[in-house]
């Protein structure tokens, strides 16, 4: 009796550490968007201060012209950058909350493996059927394993055009501001 009881409270432990993982990853990741945000912010209010201080002093239209292609480049290229940085704040926690997903895919085929040792250890008889669960467990991970790899390639490439796409379209068209 003591046995179930213990693994119960062994279990009950083992989901409150993993649901405090997640909470920290969650946090973690709205910290660094937060952080980012202020950062932002802080940017542009400086920035602001610093074209207004620009456009109280224009006094003609050409020059009202030339402040406006020289502030353009400087503001695409801040949004790139500001851009890139969200995406891999975003990407960083995304991968963290995979990886914890693929550890508790792997413990749960583990225990089931185990599981069915055990079965297999007191009915001898069942070994046939239990073979055949964990032949069926490791194709699925295996399976697994594969369509989780590929979409990680995936998303990777697709993502990596996307931004190599933006940044190109963004410098051509502060180029043509120009």
């Known amino acids: ?3 179930t009881q213990q693994q119960f409270a062994d279990l009950g432990q083992a989901q409150l550490e993993k649901s405090l993982r997640l909470t920290n ?17 802080r940017d542009l209010l400086t920035e602001n201060a610093k074209t207004a201080k620009a456009l109280s002093g224009v006094k003609s239209v050409q020059e009202l012209v030339e402040l406006q292609k020289g502030l353009a480049q400087p503001n695409v290229e801040k949004s790139i950058t500001v851009a890139r940085t969200v995406y891999e704040a975003a990407s960083s926690t995304q991968a963290e909350l995979n990886k914890l997903v693929e550890e508790q895919v792997l413990e749960f085929n583990k225990n089931l493996v185990s599981s ?7 009915t001898p008889a069942a070994s046939p059927a239990v073979a055949a669960m964990k032949k069926a467990v490791e194709s699925a991970t295996s399976a697994y394993d594969a369509i989780n790899k590929t979409s990680q390639r ?4 697709l993502t990596d055009a996307t931004v190599a796409a933006v940044e190109t379209s963004a410098k051509t068209v502060a180029h043509a501001a120009k």
């Open 154 to 157: 995936i998303v990777t490439n």
């Open 25 to 41: 990853i969650a946090l973690s990741g709205a910290e660094r968007l937060f952080q980012l945000q202020m950062g932002i912010a």
């Open 1 to 3: 009796m003591f046995n």
């Open 116 to 122: 069915l040792d055990k079965a297999v250890a007191q």
